[in-house]
């Protein structure tokens, strides 16, 4: 494994099955017991019904690019290699709009409303990220 020396996300209780999903090559979502809903990012309650029951659930791992910016200045020292680099919500299929990243994609090739899916990369031992890439269906 390449030595990953950015900023990491750090799990909360909440969070952790999220990670635990990555780590599998998942993408894991809360779905709600009541109503079926899923939530992203992980929350107590429904967004929808209020409802707390769920149950943690696979996912297509697919969906669309609802936005994107470039960036050209990093967020941190950390990424100044990475420049250029995208900054993405895509809207998963399930309905959830998740923060991420693409990579594999030209940007001039990057569309709103594009396919993507998510790739994996272990960052570390306890951190797999998530960068989606163009879809390949
Ligand atoms: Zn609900």
């Known amino acids: ?42 929350l107590v309650l429904c967004r929808v019904c209020l409802a707390e029951e769920h149950q943690w659930v696979p996912t297509s791992a697919r969906g669309t690019l609802y936005s994107y910016v470039i960036q050209h200045r990093p967020a941190t020292p950390a990424f100044i290699d990475d420049l250029p680099y995208v900054v993405a919500i895509v809207e998963l299929d399930e309905g959830p709009l998740m923060l991420t990243n693409i990579v594999g994609c030209e940007i001039d090739a990057l569309e709103v409303g594009m396919r993507v899916e998510a790739t994996y990369f272990d960052a570390s031992d306890d951190i797999t990220l998530y960068p989606f890439t163009p879809s390949k269906e």
Request: hydrophobic letters at 25%; proline letters at 17%; charged letters at 25%.
């Open 1 to 42: 494994m390449t030595e990953w020396t950015k900023p990491l996300p750090h799990p909360t209780p909440l969070s952790q099955p999220f990670w635990d999903g990555t780590k599998e090559r998942e993408i894991r979502l809360q779905r709600c017991d009541a109503c079926g809903a899923h939530r992203f990012p992980p």
